[in-house]
């Protein structure tokens, strides 16, 4: 990683990111400080909230990507997440959805459980794991204005793409409600497969 990254504010950054979404894109998020500054940002029937289980959040934006291929789908992970499920890069390289973005939080801290040092604390590149995996355009973000370069891509330009982010060790800014089925359903129904009845509440 270039030392002339800037060191960005998760909830900042997340907020910067929902402020782009313009065409319905889902938004799937892992559990913690990723996912609470995601429901801070702004609710969106589009966005999920993983709960309790790490390194899912690839997996599920993944799945995603596949069954909507014109959606464009967002994967927002921290790095001790992906780090629980390194293989996903893997999988993710081989299907090699176009509509896929996943963006790494690398703060180099398993946060929430006591801030002890992950991988990527002590000297992962995060960004050449992923590359080693197979997703070729696969960066480290230099600043604001590179961001906004990298997120504002077509899919005609090709993917997946693996944006990585350096940033501060700051809480999350709210958190979200841990209501697994609300989330699910309402998450069904952002993306337009929602069945109806109760559960769509």
């Known amino acids: 990683m270039s030392e002339s990254n800037k060191i960005f504010n998760r909830t900042e950054l997340t907020k910067r990111l929902v402020g782009q979404l313009k065409h319905e894109e889902a938004v799937v998020a892992g559990i913690g400080n ?8 702004g609710h969106r029937p589009q966005n999920f909230y993983m709960l309790g289980s790490m390194g899912i959040a690839i997996p599920i934006a993944l799945g995603v990507a596949i069954a909507q291929p014109e959606r464009g789908v967002i994967a927002l992970e921290g790095d001790g997440s992906l780090l629980m499920g390194l293989g996903c890069l893997t999988t993710v390289a081989t299907v090699r959805p176009r509509n896929l973005t996943i963006i790494v939080m690398d703060n180099g801290l398993y946060q929430i459980t006591g801030k002890q040092t992950t991988a990527t604390g002590g000297g992962t590149d995060i960004v050449a794991v992923a590359r080693g995996c ?10 604001d204005t590179h961001f906004d370069e990298l997120i504002a891509r077509r899919f005609d330009d090709g993917g997946p793409v693996l944006l990585a982010v350096k940033i501060d060790d700051k809480p999350g800014a709210a958190q979200t409600p841990r209501d697994p089925a609300l989330i699910r359903n309402r998450f069904m129904k952002g993306l337009g497969i929602g069945s109806g009845g109760v559960l769509d509440a």
């Open 34 to 41: 990723t996912n609470f500054d995601l429901f801070a940002a």
């Open 134 to 143: 197979g997703i070729a355009a696969s960066h480290w973000v230099h600043d």
